[in-house]
Each structure stands twice: as structure tokens, then as C-alpha cells.
């Protein structure tokens, strides 16, 4: 049963399966409006070691949810959808997966207490040093200096406020805030005051750059702005500030990197990279690595439920309680595209490689078509037959395994997502044998001169047609991005497709 399921904590959490039970605390929640994906709920839940996760739910889900999840409490959550954290820049915690509640979902009331308000302050010098990832949501605390007015100014074409100030930490460092909206409203009562000793806590901050200094600004809706807090780490933060005043501190300036976009026309003419190459990369671009296959990361299991028709990730519905399937019962699906029960159902390729060269080590994601053509059998041929949630998902199929070992050329895709800091790259197209001895004849870095061409896997794979890659993890993604993030959403058979020779030079335009 259900209530027999073993807790488990957040670090625990994979997307292999969705039978997890957690014990969470609600931290924070606010909703989102997107024209892609509508309405939803966003939250940041956090367990009893203090880990947090971003969840979200959909429009359907979000007046249950708020009723039976208040912040604050402590509640037992039981059948979660767990996925990547998408695309977003900024994330409101550092877990590489997010929490999806769906309609299995159930929420009950905790025995659980814990006032802990959880707060994991950043350092002032990471922030000017730009240690600290700026994707990344902050909790920052200081207090408040050089205090501007609340102006009306015009942002996007409307009327909004806006307040400029500074926050000092106990050590006498020093960085720029600018909130806008509700949340510069919340100075105006301290402005009227004129209170000199007036401490600030911002919590999932946004870290920025304006005019080559760092910048703390608020994340649209997400952020929560505390002045004066009553809560134990601000009474202490502001008695230190009053036993010890110190001057002011100077933060390093650093210039805004420029991102360029540039797609590759032809795979013959891309560059074949070292990995430490490509984790450092600043660009948008295609590349291709000679690399060998160290293992199979199994968090994410090795294949999902796809509609036949649109090739789009199904979710399953009315799952019994107990998570297992009865043998004569048929499962049903939902599909986004069909909007309804799906009734064409087939398992599809989902591997997750760590894949090394001799300068470093990353991950590799391989949607349906490109796995096909290195694993030589289709998904539904390895899949057992079951529909119940994976036990295990050491469990491999053995040609999934015979891959470990193997040295493949693999031409990948380095999109926003990896710019912002994800170490997993999505592979367009695959060569082996000697395919790879030719690469290496025309072009190769020079660091795997030494060692790559002893190490080749033998026999020859034939080279696929660069692909769209489209597996649908979520169908959220927004319409204006899918022509970089399709990858995301459907796994596509189409081939022999060309892409443009612009050189498109983007620059990050800034707001105050």
C-alpha cells in the first residue's frame, strides 16, 4: 500500500520511476503565467536535511495543491513526476531535477516539525568575484546603505517602480540592489521612517550585472524581500553590525560576456573539440568529440512511454495506489497532442552516457534515433513487457551495457542550457570505426592525438543525417524557443536537414 511506501529524501530522487514518498516543508510558492504553458504553481519545497527542490504543478492542480500545501507546513507527499529543471536561466535552487505534482499526487498532513527557516545566505565576496553561478537564485542579507527614493519609471513600456540601495555584510563588503515593483514598494514606509539600521533579506535573489558592477535584483515574481526580519539569523547578522561597524567595501568589476549563436552548416566543416573545450564554451554551436563511454548514468532510466503517433513522452494516469500494475489490466496513458488516452504506446530510447576523454568528463543525452543506430535494436525489442515503475535501473538491457567501453565520434549541440552550467550535451549524429580515423586525418584536437585512435571501437556505424531530436520530457516549452529546444520535445525521423550559415551575434541587453 501507499501508506507502507519507504520515505525517501530529496537526494534520493531520479527520474527512472514516480512511486516516491517524501517528507517536505513549503518554503516559498507564487504562480507563473506563460503564453506556452499557461498557469502554474511554482514552489521550493525542502526536506529534513535542508535540500531543496523546485516543484510545479499545472493549472488543473493548482487549487488542490493550495489548499492542502501552505507554507510553512509540513506535509507527506506521495507519486511525484520527476524531471530536469527545463530551460530557465534561473533556478530557484541548485537540484538538478525538478518535481512535478500530478493528479496521483497525494499530500497529507506531517508529524514532522521543524521551524528552520532554511536559509543558505550567500557570500558577498563569491557574488563579486563571480564564484557564484548567476543561474542560480540566492538568499543574501546585509544591511542597507546608500538608499535611494522609490521612483516611478518606465519598464517594457509601463509605469513601475523602482529603488536603488546597497547591502553591507558584516564584513564590510559591498553590493548594489535594484528592486522593482511590489518589492520597491516595500521601502517606501522605511523611506518615510528615515531609519538608519534597516536590514534586508532577500530571499532566491537574482544575481546581475549592470554597467560592470554585480547587481542584486529581484527574479520576477519568485523572489520574497524581508526588511527588518524577526528570525534568529537576522538578530544575530544585526548585533554584529552594531558591535563592529567597518567600512565600506569595494567589489571587482567584471565586463558582460557576449554570446554568440552560430549554427553549423555542414558536419564536415564543424570542429572536433576536446571535452574541457566544450564544458568552457561561450558560445552556441555545433561540435564533435572523440570520446569512449565510461558508463551508463541509469537516474534517468533507459527508455519512456512514447505516443506513436506524435513521438511525444506520455504520462500515465489512474495508477492504482500500490504502483503495480494487475496483469490483465492495460495501462493507460495520456497523450498532450492526442489530448486524451493514448492508445499507440511504444517504449523509446533515453540514454544518458558519461562518456571521457583524456581532458575531461561529461554526459551525454541520446534520444531514440541516434541510440537505435549505435545499440542496433529498437527499444520495444529490449523492453521486458512491464509497465511498472522501474525497481532497479542498474538492471540494463546487455546491448545497452556492451556500449561501456566503446569509442564513438559524436556531433553535439552546445545550447543555452549548457551555457547556463548543464554538463549534459544533446547528440545530433554518431560515427565509429573508420569514420573516426578520417575525422582525425582532417582535424583533431591536439590532446587527443596520443590517445584516441587506439582506442577506436571496431566496425563501422553509417553516419545519420543531423536530426531534430525532439523527445518530449515536458511540453512546456515556449514556442519562440523550440526552434533551439525541440530537442526537448519530440525525437523526430526526418533527415538530411541543412541549417543556415549566419553568424547571428546576440548581445544580453540590460534593464536597470
Known sequence: MSNERKMCLIKDLKPFRDEWRLTLKLLHSWKQTTSYGGDTLECVLVDQTGAKIQASCKRSQITRVQRYLRVGEWKVIDTVKITGVGVGQYRPTTQQYKMTIIGDTSITPSDYRNDNHFLNLANYEEIGNGKLKPHFLIDIMGQVTDLGPVAMVQAKGNDTKRVHFRLRDTSGHEVACCLWGKYAEQFESVEEANDESIICLIRFAKISEYRGEKQITNAFDASLVFLNPTMEEAIDFKQKMLNDPLPLGILDQSNEKKIITRVAHDWNEVDVRCISEILQSFEVDSCKIICSIETIDTDWGWFYFGCKRHNLRLTR????????????????????????????????????????????????????????????????????????????????????????????????????DNLNGSETFKVSEVWSGEYIQRIESVSEPVSLIETNSSTLSGGELLAIDHINENSSEDVSTPSNKRKEDECDQMDMTSTSKKLCTNIIKVEKTKTD
Open 317 to 416: 494516469i489512474g495508477r492504482k495506489s500500490t504502483g503495480k500494475m494487475i496483469q490483465s489490466e492495460k495501462p493507460q496513458f495520456y497523450c498532450e497532442m492526442c489530448r486524451g488516452a493514448c492508445s499507440t504506446i511504444e517504449p523509446k530510447f533515453k540514454l544518458h552516457l558519461v562518456v571521457k576523454d583524456d581532458s575531461e568528463t561529461c554526459i551525454l543525452m541520446l534520444l531514440d534515433t541516434v541510440a537505435k543506430t549505435i545499440i542496433g535494436s529498437k527499444a520495444v525489442e529490449l523492453w521486458d513487457g512491464s509497465f511498472d515503475e522501474i525497481e532497479d535501473p542498474e538492471i540494463l538491457p546487455q546491448p545497452i551495457r556492451d556500449l561501456v567501453g566503446k569509442s564513438f565520434c559524436f556531433g553535439l549541440a552546445i545550447s543555452t
